[in-house]
């Protein structure tokens, strides 16, 4: 049974127990920082469990792609190196939304496990958390698993958790026996809990009771829920019965693809060479799921995870092949998964050169980090450790991941000092002010909520529901104090679709003070102010919109949507948006694409967007149900959260739908005009362009005219020729310096015998101090040049120009002189800096002082 028969099969199984197919969410998570990427199947149901959400239905069935490759769950280092530890992976999983619970959740897996995969009931056992005694009945009075094959442990093996915080509970876990020859030499203590590789997890079965706040507190949910885990990569190879993962239908095709480029057979080589195999294998497809979710390698967050992945798969793909191997096994994972997952097709160029790109850009500093640490591990084979400084030098001079510097010292049977490690790295993100804690995000209950009335109004009288005042919930603040305040209704829009907070005044017992910031808290929309009198909860409270700055906002942001639109119609459906910011002032539009952009085809978004806008198209804003909105073409963003119930979507008929949270104009004509005032490339496939509209371009249009006709009157020529004006001086500009240029050559030529005999010996050391008027710093080093090699001595040679100073200092070869010696002094004593070698200085002063030539002949004679 291969691994499309098995995914459809799943799918059957449950469709047909009245669970709804749900799509796998994107790798990137929808608004929640406690997640780098998308771990397990519930993570899209994370608010159902919470209570936050309701759905239509309250059973559910899907197979999602996860990743676990940093944070809590991080498998990177095991991978490669076991038969089933892997980056990414495809989670199949049933889920009950206060529906069933355990009883039906514990059949259903039997089932499904030994009527539909026919595994042999004799080698499945089951382990079940230590208290929970109603998992246990069932699986021993109504499935029939005897005692022998049931294991209760502890809440490491048997207690599941998201994150630090968020739904969890106790679970139970069906493993298969394999067999005495995988196991470990301790043949009485081997069993589930064992890591060998005897007994293998097949699923999890979680059953969410609590939602563990900060500190480790367990709440129970209000509602109880079944969350199961299965992986799809596990299953085939129980089902295909291979000895790992790595050997079933899913990673054997990327594997042959490696003995193509590489002329390696896989089967032929040791364990360290396949495990190279293996890296390759699974990062090749969690690097490419990744980019094409919308992710891109960075030096934070998930994008420095992505990062680590990319730069591991290098280092072991030089133990296979010299060439950079590693994109072109993205075409593998395309032609694999590109039905399922649209979004690889999509973006397969992308994929491609984004990774080219990064491995290129590593090439260089993986080298030289390699001879770092070789010279390393020959100098200190008595300590056989890295230091933590040493390993944070590599890390932040040559882009060197900890767990790459594991793998090579691990090869050398070296160890890594990680606490000394982490100790550097904390000491940077303190110098860089990094933060990570919101005090302010715990404070309310999320029973706590503010009605958002910022679409229909710009000003609402309220009254205050929570006072916060020096991090604690209070009942009232007196006059003069910094607080936040929380009211049952707000117009105050926070952020959506990348646009920024609203500014604005809020009035409290007839006084009007300045917003000083508004974010959410936890469900409450705060609002920061300076009290201008003593308030209380309960106190009336007016809260106004800064009209012009929501105006402004409103103009930019549905300028972003048709920014978007146009670059699709125009380029394809490879565009993909990255991120976004709507300034009153700007929009800023990250996207994906992987070809430039010339200023020819700039000016064909420019002229389509302005052509929408001429044809003052109404809006047409509706909330509808997340399938709906997709059938009716809506645009929906990785990182952007939606109820699949109900999401507002945002359309421009004929142009552009979009699911949208934002605030818009009425019609595209309120927009004015539509200007692009940059374009720039923030990585391989990634680009951002700004821009402005309304009010900010006109006057850019102003300000353009203005100094065109300014030029115009200077030139005396028509506008339409300024530009020809000014190419034309240009050229005229660079013949004329060229001439000085050639003058100067000549001059110096005729003054270079002159200078030559006000050589001084000195020491005997030939030397000469010489100020030259209006030289350049290219001038100075060409004559210091040729008056070492007319004759052989110190020449310190200066110049001002414009009112700077430059030096240029040259030592003949055989003069014993150190310059670096000079340069300290000329530093220390006149201030006077500078740089290069122990034979040649060149530097910069605002002036030069008279005494330095005489102060300088004293210093040689006293060498």
């Known amino acids: 049974m291969n691994s499309m028969q098995i995914r459809q099969k799943f799918f059957d199984f449950f469709i047909k127990r009245n669970h709804e197919k749900v799509s796998s969410s994107s790798l990137i998570p929808a608004q929640d920082p406690t997640l780098l990427f998308a771990n397990a199947g519930m993570n899209q149901f994370k608010d159902v469990f919470l209570g936050k959400e309701k759905r239509s239905y309250t059973r559910a069935v899907s197979i999602q792609k996860c990743v676990r490759a940093g944070g809590k769950h991080n498998d990177l280092e095991n991978v490669g190196f076991t038969k089933r530890h892997l980056t990414f992976f495809e989670m199949m999983g049933n889920f009950s939304f206060g529906d069933y619970f ?165 089967a032929k080589q040791d364990a360290q060479v396949q495990a ?126 900890i767990e790459l510097i594991r793998v090579m010292a691990q090869e050398k049977g070296f160890t890594v000092d990680d606490a000394g490690f982490e100790k550097e790295m904390a000491k940077q993100q303190e110098q860089s002010g990094k933060k990570t804690t919101d005090e302010l995000e715990h404070l309310l209950p999320d029973s706590v909520t503010s009605e958002f009335t910022g679409y229909n109004e710009l000003e609402t009288a309220s009254t205050i529901s929570h006072i916060i005042h ?40 007839n006084k009007e003070t300045p917003l000083l910031q508004v974010r959410y808290i936890n469900n409450g929309i705060g609002a920061q102010i300076q009290t201008p009198i003593a308030i209380n909860v309960g106190d009336a409270i007016t809260s106004k919109v800064d009209l012009i700055w929501r105006v402004k906002a409103m103009k930019n942001h549905t ?55 001429m044809d003052n198209i109404p809006l047409n804003i509706q909330y509808m149900s997340l399938p709906e909105a997709i059938k009716k073409g809506a645009l929906a963003f990785f990182g952007d959260k939606y109820n699949p119930e109900q999401v507002r979507m945002v359309e421009i008929p004929h142009f552009s739908v979009e699911l949208c949270g934002g605030t818009h104009v009425r019609s595209t004509g309120d927009i004015g005009v539509f200007k692009i005032t940059d374009i720039s490339a923030l990585s391989a496939g990634h680009r951002r362009i700004t821009a402005v509209t309304g009010p900010r371009a006109l006057e850019l249009f102003q300000e353009t005219f203005a100094i065109t006709k300014n030029l115009g009157n200077e030139f005396k020529v028509q506008k339409e020729h300024v530009l020809d004006a000014v190419f034309k001086q240009k050229d005229e500009l660079k013949k004329a310096q060229h001439e000085i240029k050639q003058l100067k050559k000549q001059m110096y030529a005729l003054q270079i015998p002159q200078w030559l005999e006000q050589v001084e010996t000195i020491n005997s050391i030939p030397f000469l101090y010489q100020s030259i008027a209006d030289a350049t710093n290219e001038d100075l080093k060409e004559l210091a040049q040729q008056l ?30 150190d310059l670096k010696k000079i340069a300290t002094h000329l530093k220390d004593s006149y201030g006077i800096r500078g740089g290069g070698t122990d034979k040649f200085l060149q530097g910069g002063a605002p002036s030069f002082d008279t005494r330095l030539k005489e102060d300088l002949k004293k210093w040689i004679k006293e060498i």
């Open 102 to 266: 355990k009883k039906d959740a514990i059949h259903f897996a039997w089932d499904f496990l030994t009527k539909e995969m026919n595994l042999p009931v004799d080698k499945l056992h089951a382990t079940i958390y230590l208290t929970d005694d109603q998992a246990y009945d069932i699986w021993h009075k109504e499935i029939g698993i005897p005692e022998s094959r049931m294991h209760r442990l502890g809440e490491k093996e048997n207690f599941w958790q998201m994150g630090e915080t968020g739904p969890c509970g106790p679970c139970t876990e069906i493993h298969i026996d394999r067999g005495a020859e995988f196991g470990c030499k301790d043949m009485a203590q081997c069993g589930p809990a064992c890591d060998c590789d005897r007994f293998l997890e097949i699923w999890n079965l979680v059953f969410m009771q609590f939602d563990r706040q900060p500190g480790g507190v367990d709440k129970p949910l209000k509602q109880t829920g079944v969350d199961t885990g299965m992986g799809l990569e596990r299953l085939c190879a129980v089902v295909q019965d291979k000895d790992s993962v790595y050997q079933t239908d899913i990673f054997m095709p990327i594997i042959e693809r490696i003995e193509q480029l590489t002329g390696k057979q896989y």
């Open 788 to 817: 070492s090699t007319k004759k052989p001595g110190f020449y310190f040679l200066t110049s001002m120009s414009d009112g700077k100073g430059m030096y240029v200092a040259q030592i003949s070869p055989g003069i014993n002189i």
């Open 276 to 401: 190279a195999f293996h890296v390759l294998a699974d990062h090749i497809r969690s690097s490419t799921l990744i980019i094409a979710d919308g992710g891109a390698p960075s030096n934070e967050g998930r994008g420095y995870v992505l990062r680590k992945i990319i730069r591991r798969a290098a280092l072991f793909a030089q133990k296979l092949s010299s060439n950079n191997i590693f994109p072109e096994l993205s075409r593998v994972v395309v032609e694999q998964l590109g039905g399922i997952y649209p979004e690889l097709k999509t973006n397969a160029n992308l994929v491609y050169k984004i990774l080219e790109s990064e491995i290129s850009k590593f090439a260089t500093n993986l080298v030289r980090g390699q001879s770092m640490l070789e010279k390393y591990f020959q100098e200190h084979q008595k300590e056989k450790n890295v230091t933590g400084q040493q390993a944070f030098k590599l890390y932040d001079t040559y882009g060197f991941p």
């Open 559 to 613: 300028a972003t949507h048709m920014l978007q639109s146009a670059l699709i119609e125009l380029f394809g459906k490879t565009i993909k948006q990255s991120g976004s910011l709507v300034h009153p002032d700007y929009l800023r539009f990250d996207f994906t694409y992987h070809e430039n952009l010339s200023a020819a085809d700039l000016q064909r978004v420019e002229d389509l967007v302005n052509k929408k806008i």
């Open 470 to 509: 020096d991090g604690k919930v209070v009942d009232s603040a007196p006059a003069g104090q910094t607080v936040w305040v929380v009211a049952k209704e707000s117009p105050y829009f926070i952020v959506g679709g990348g646009q920024v907070p609203d500014q604005g005044t809020i009035i409290v017992g």
